[in-house]
């Protein structure tokens, strides 16, 4: 029935008059009044018993079933033609650093990206400074690569022999669509600043609607913030940190490792096996063969499950993005803190030895995808 029938409104309230004293508690019996309380008790009960078990569940007890998918090799970056495989951005750095990202000549002429059979190099100039033609007094030379393809979900594996970090850079490893940021999303999985001593950061960014706050996750690192709307304090993110030997010097000592993100419609999780097992981190993973399964290898360094984010709507169309930045918001927001002289832009235009240890080293890359079952 309809409330916006008169008919039927005008029949019940006349229903309801002709009864009108029972509703009336002077009226009542003792009978009435125990057979009223009792009743009050037991919606009290109902109701503050489904409050209590949503919330039991949305903190606890919910969690996706990341069972095993079958993973086929899609894709490779490696050897020689590592590089072919990415374009080279080369426009004002839409993070704000003092940097020149540069062409594939520049990188050429600069020696700052080289691939030989088994490993690929990307770095930042160390030997443009004052008196230098060009010099740096506007920013020094770096790269960024971004993969021609763009990938939907799939298990990403990076083979990283060392990781860059020194006072002024702001490197990562990352997923987003360029053309197409924060609606089709950003997913970071190695990023640090700095002396990098403080583990390794991964976060997602994206559009309003997802977040990880009253959410189970199963995972190692620390998380921070929760809610991944890139509005929400100046696109901090939703980010989980890693220990201390998950990036910078520490991972590099131990020969570096393999990171892995499976992204599938279940959640995103990232792990980081140091190639030697070593500083209490999980060793390398068997499986990391021809058809790797995540579901054996135990907690994740970060989990993002999708119980409170959908992430089909919020991640679409990924590339990957390698960079070195120099400076930006991120850096010099803790520049003192990380125990950097001087301030960056100085460092970085006049101190091209501070920049030996800024390089990525990677093996090979591998992209897989989930045959449908
Ligand atoms: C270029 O860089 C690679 C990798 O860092 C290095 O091995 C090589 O010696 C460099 N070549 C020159 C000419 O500097
Ligand atoms: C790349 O590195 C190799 C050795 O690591 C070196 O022999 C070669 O000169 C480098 N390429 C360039 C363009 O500098
Ligand atoms: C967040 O993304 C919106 C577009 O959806 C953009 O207008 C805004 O500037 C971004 N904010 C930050 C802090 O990145
Ligand atoms: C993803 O990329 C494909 C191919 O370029 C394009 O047709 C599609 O519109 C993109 N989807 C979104 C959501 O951006
Ligand atoms: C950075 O340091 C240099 C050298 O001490 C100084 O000349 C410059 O003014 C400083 N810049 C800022 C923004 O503090
Ligand atoms: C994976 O492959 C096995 C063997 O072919 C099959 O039994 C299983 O259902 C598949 N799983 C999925 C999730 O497709």
């Given at each position: 029935m309809k409330h916006n029938d008169p008919v039927v409104s005008t029949r019940e309230t006349e229903y309801w008059s002709s009864f009108?004293?029972?509703?009336?508690?002077?009226?009542?019996?003792r009978r009435i009044w125990i057979i009223a309380v009792t009743a009050i008790i037991v919606v009290v009960a109902v109701v503050v018993g489904a409050v209590v078990g949503t919330t039991a569940r949305n903190s606890g007890n919910s969690y996706p079933d990341y069972s095993k998918l079958n993973y086929t090799l899609i894709d490779t970056y490696s050897g020689t033609?590592?590089?072919?495989?990415f374009d080279y951005f080369h426009d004002y750095d839409p993070a704000g650093g003092f940097i020149h990202y540069v062409d594939p000549d520049y990188a050429r002429t600069y020696n700052l990206t080289n691939a030989t059979q088994t490993t690929a190099i990307v770095k930042v100039d160390t030997t443009v400074g004052p008196?230098?033609?060009?010099?740096?007094?506007?920013g020094r030379f770096s790269v960024r690569l971004e993969s021609k393809a763009q990938y939907g979900p799939g298990l990403f594996l990076f083979d990283v022999k060392h990781t860059p970090y020194g006072c002024g850079t702001w490197p990562a490893l990352w997923l987003t669509d360029p053309n197409n940021w924060p609606t089709n999303g950003e997913i970071d999985i190695m990023e640090a600043v700095n002396q990098a001593l403080n583990g390794n950061l991964v976060a997602l960014h994206t559009t309003d609607g997802c977040t990880m706050s009253d959410v189970r996750r199963e995972m190692s690192g620390t998380a921070g913030?929760?809610?991944?709307?890139?509005a929400t304090n100046s696109n901090t993110g939703c980010t989980v940190t890693g220990a201390p030997?998950?990036?910078?010097p520490e991972f590099n000592a131990a020969g570096g490792g393999i990171v892995a993100l499976e992204w599938r419609n279940e959640g995103i999780r990232s792990w980081i096996f140091p190639r030697n097992g070593q500083n209490g981190l999980t060793a390398?993973?068997?499986?990391?063969?021809p058809a790797p399964d995540?579901?054996?290898?135990?907690?994740?360094?970060a989990d993002f499950p999708s119980t409170s984010c959908d992430l089909g709507s919020h991640f679409r169309n990924q590339s990957i993005i390698v960079n070195i930045d120099l400076c930006g918001y991120f850096t010099e927001a803790v520049w003192a803190s990380s125990g950097c002289p001087s301030n960056c832009t100085d460092l970085v235009a006049?101190?091209?030895?501070?920049?030996?240890?800024?390089y990525w080293e990677f093996g090979a890359f591998q992209v897989y995808r989930a045959l449908q079952g």
């Open positions: 009108r004293s029972p509703w009336d508690p002077r009226g009542w019996s033609s590592f590089f072919d495989k008196g230098s033609e060009p010099d740096a007094s506007t913030q929760e809610d991944c709307h890139n030997a998950t990036y910078g390398l993973p068997a499986s990391t063969g995540p579901s054996t290898w135990g907690p994740p360094l006049n101190n091209p030895s501070a920049f030996t240890n800024a």
